[in-house]
């Protein structure tokens, strides 16, 4: 599976309005992968004072993360590919 970034922008540049479309993608993503699409959320990343809310995936194609995007009727949003390496400790 790939990584994509869906950076959605904040209106009020709230961590809650954050919050809130997380937990919708969360529910979105789950009902997805019960239909037996691959689509995994992995981490949101806040950023209030540029106003965006970031999300990680990890998914078969930009097509799945942004589906995810869509069902949770979170407004307006971009799909990028992102290179993710882990973390050496």
């Known amino acids: 599976m790939q990584r994509y970034l869906v950076e959605m922008p904040l209106e009020h540049g709230s961590g809650a309005e954050c919050t809130a479309r997380e937990w919708r993608v969360r ?3 789950g009902d997805l992968r019960r239909r037996g699409v691959r689509v995994r959320l992995d981490r949101v990343v ?3 004072e ?3 809310c970031l ?4 998914a078969e194609s930009a097509r799945e993360a942004a ?3 869509e069902l949770a009727e979170v407004g307006s949003f971009r799909v990028v590919a992102a290179d993710a390496s882990p973390l050496a400790l």
């Open 67 to 69: 589906l995810a995007a």
């Open 27 to 29: 529910s979105a993503t």
């Open 50 to 52: 540029d106003e965006l």
């Open 55 to 58: 999300f990680l995936f990890e």
């Open 46 to 48: 806040r950023r209030p």
